[in-house]
């Protein structure tokens, strides 16, 4: 595999900032203006997420092998029930604690790719990953957070999604690197979407009466939201988990905060401010890392692409 092929995770990474910043920035719509539920709000997710899918495996091979299933179906439950275990927490908990707990995923995945992948990264990008990392908590930290603090499980739901969705980033790079194909690896995390469904159906109590414009934004919005999840399959494909997901988490965010100053002229915190310059910053230092080690080391063998 070519330098060129090697860093091809750069332009599906940036793909993912695209479309999650823009789904952030509008993700919240179904909710504000029509009171649409959260849960219902996955179940239409977890539709969508039947487009991209099928898209993917029309361009690859379905891989029918055990290994695919398992890692397939450990990467979509661990994203899918990570989403329903947070709207629980935030059902008895303020936002404003449980999304920076959950902001720390990335250092989930990079503990478990250092340390179960071997993965190996040099001290500007270590340097970047820590800067992202700040990034990623200054940037959870909304305008007027204050008030008493409610008591409950939340704490502990919000360590739970913050280990499920690094353990998620895990498990997809540890698919490519059992040579399961992108395609196959996003389809068992659509299947796996679609199997908790009734659970958060059961969770709502019943499907919700809301006007059809409720239904048609949330598809609108989760769609960005599916199409970047396949998006993020093909980056960790491609590129280490410790430097895509902490790139990734960070510069999401920050196009979030600048279509938000554009389309609702909301002024970012200047906590949200430090973090931009740092998102920035760290992303620029894992990006240059990575292409500095990969002009030092040459052709390496080839892994698994494309969907």
């Known amino acids: 595999m070519t330098t060129r092929d090697k860093n091809s995770w750069i332009l599906w990474a940036g793909l993912l900032v695209l479309f999650w910043g823009v789904w952030g920035a509008f993700s919240s719509q179904p909710s504000e203006r029509y009171g649409y539920p959260n849960e219902m709000i996955y179940v239409i997710w977890a539709f969508t997420m039947l487009v991209p899918c099928t898209i993917a495996l029309r361009r690859g091979r379905f891989d029918r092998r055990p290994i695919a299933a398992v890692y397939g179906l450990a990467a979509g439950l661990t994203g899918a029930g990570g989403q329903l275990l947070l709207f629980q927490a935030l059902s008895n908990g303020p936002a404003y604690l449980i999304f ?28 970047g990953v820590i800067a992202a990392l700040v990034a990623i908590v200054l940037l959870s930290i909304p305008a007027g957070a204050g008030g008493s603090v409610a008591t409950g499980s939340w704490p502990a739901l919000a360590a739970l999604v913050c280990v499920a969705w690094g353990s998620q980033a895990f498990f997809m790079r540890k698919a490519a690197l059992a040579g399961v194909n992108d395609a196959t690896t996003f389809g068992w995390m659509t299947v796996s979407g679609l199997l908790l469904v009734p659970v958060a159906v059961l969770i709502m109590g019943g499907l919700p009466d809301a006007p059809w414009q409720a239904p048609a934004l949330t598809a609108g919005t989760q769609i960005l939201n599916a199409v970047g999840a396949l998006f993020l399959v093909m980056a960790l494909s491609r590129g280490k988990a410790s430097v895509v997901a902490p790139i990734t988490n960070a510069l999401a965010p920050v196009l979030t905060i600048v279509l938000s100053l554009l389309v609702y002229r909301t002024l970012p915190t200047i906590w949200a401010t430090v973090g931009i310059v740092l998102a920035l910053g760290g992303s620029t230092l894992m990006v240059y890392a990575d292409e500095k080690r990969e002009d030092a080391a040459g052709p390496t063998e080839p892994s698994a692409a494309g969907p």
């Open 100 to 127: 920076p707990v959950v902001s720390l995923s990335p250092v989930i995945t990079v503990l478990m790719a250092v340390a179960l992948l071997r993965e190996r990264i040099g001290k500007l990008a270590v340097a």
